[in-house]
């Protein structure tokens, strides 16, 4: 059972999804949240295992919200999945910097939000990798950015920094095992170390931390 709170300052939002997460088996809205305080408030509560967090909202914003749920040790089995939409791309990224999980448009798809649930849940891949590049190229190609130095890199093994641009390339274990002709096991245990060796909480900072440092570019990928 995947334990949900929703955040989002529009009670109609908040309503659709729990109407469509709750006729879905393996899902429970354990709370609602009109704002970013509220939303931490009913994390440490009730410990779900994701925080479906709008951007904009009165008092405490989305962001806010998500840099204090990622960085309370209490809170390490939560994750969050940023709403969004594409006028604000520059939220999403700063999101992800944050901590979140991954992010949702809110014009998405029914089947979609079930889908990205259940993989943030997993703590597999954290969005398309078209929009990756997209949001990413748009942030990267500001003036007023800057990029991490590429040392952080340097504890990887050639086949781990290879596995960590398939990553923020947006490919789950599974593809990355298939590109690489290793089996999922093994695949998997290169994310696990990569994760532990850069003290990353998830796939979406290792995503975050491959573009800033270089490793890869928008354009490096296209799928």
């Known amino acids: 059972m995947i334990r949900i709170v929703l955040a989002d300052d529009q009670a109609l939002v908040r309503a659709g999804f729990r109407l469509l997460l709750d006729t879905e088996d393996g899902f429970e809205v354990c709370g609602e949240a009109a704002d970013g305080a509220e939303a931490v408030r009913l994390a440490l509560e009730k410990h779900p295992d994701i925080v479906v967090m709008d951007v904009r909202m009165p008092g405490l914003d989305g962001l806010a919200a998500t840099r204090q749920i990622t960085a309370d040790a209490a809170l390490a089995g939560v994750k969050v999945l940023v709403l969004t939409t594409f006028d604000v791309d520059e939220y ?10 991954g992010f949702l448009l809110k014009d998405t798809e029914p089947v979609e939000l079930l889908h990205a649930l ?12 078209t929009v990756t590049r997209r949001l990413i190229s748009e942030f990267l190609a500001r003036p007023d950015q800057r990029r991490l130095d590429t040392s952080v890199l340097t504890e990887l093994t050639d086949r781990e920094r290879e596995v960590l641009a398939l990553v923020a390339g947006g490919l789950s274990n599974d593809e990355i095992a298939a590109h690489l002709v290793i089996s999922p096991a093994t695949a998997r245990t290169h994310v696990s170390r990569i994760l532990t060796k850069l003290h990353a909480r998830d796939r979406a900072q290792l995503v975050v931390l491959a573009y800033e440092s270089g490793l890869v570019s928008p354009h490096s990928r296209d799928r």
């Open 92 to 101: 999403v990224f700063e999101a992800l910097r944050s901590g979140a999980s």
């Open 118 to 129: 259940r993989v943030v849940a997993a703590g597999e891949a954290l969005l398309a990798p």
